[in-house]
């Protein structure tokens, strides 16, 4: 059964969809980090991918993207639980920042089981569903992030690769001549 080859595409719209799906997900966004407008997003939590490189393999191709997760910190005085209001000499009674860094981390804690544990993935009309469709299989660095704009926002970025099969058909490019491109 021949390879079906994973394009930029596909997995650009994979990690979409995880963030999409998600329940605690408002808005997802792809490119690079600094062309993101916060003052005209009106839902966060946010995810965000920013594609960074490709690297080749024998049969593989391995999508690298730096992944944020972030969210606004509120400030006000009545955000807190009972539990956070037992805690004022260690808190900012103010602001929510430590809920918010919890959220966001088990946020970038279920994309990377999403995509380590790939039957949430199938699809319909595929027979394995232990069958990864897209997967990683690295140990990852989760790190903080803190940018003070309008408002504060803060979270966590990470970087993965996606591996997906690739058979690198030499049959398939298409050519104007038949003869190939050598002299």
């Avoid at 993101?36 to 960074?52: A, G, S, W």
């Avoid at 004022?88 to 809920?99: A, R």
Wanted: proline share 4%.
């Amino acid at each position: 059964m021949p390879i079906t080859n994973k394009t930029y595409n596909n997995v650009i719209d994979t990690l979409c969809r995880l963030g999409e799906y998600h329940e605690q997900i408002s808005t997802v966004s792809v490119g690079d980090i600094f062309d993101i407008q916060l003052d005209k997003m009106e839902k966060l939590p946010l995810l965000h991918v920013n594609p960074t490189s490709v690297a080749t393999g024998d049969s593989e191709l391995v999508y690298n993207f730096q992944i944020f997760v972030a969210d606004l910190v509120s400030e006000k005085d009545n955000w807190q639980t009972y539990q956070a209001s037992q805690l004022t000499k260690l808190l900012d009674p103010k602001n929510n920042e430590q809920q918010v860094w919890n959220q966001t981390l088990e946020i970038c804690t279920d994309i990377i089981s999403m995509l380590r544990h790939s039957s949430q993935q199938s699809l319909a009309g595929v027979n394995d569903i232990n069958a990864p469709l897209y997967f990683t299989q690295d140990q990852f660095t989760i790190e903080p992030f803190q940018e003070r704009f309008d408002n504060l926002l803060c979270g966590w970025t990470f970087t993965i690769g996606i591996k997906v099969m690739n058979d690198f058909d030499a049959c398939a490019v298409p050519l104007s001549t038949s003869n190939g491109a050598g002299y």
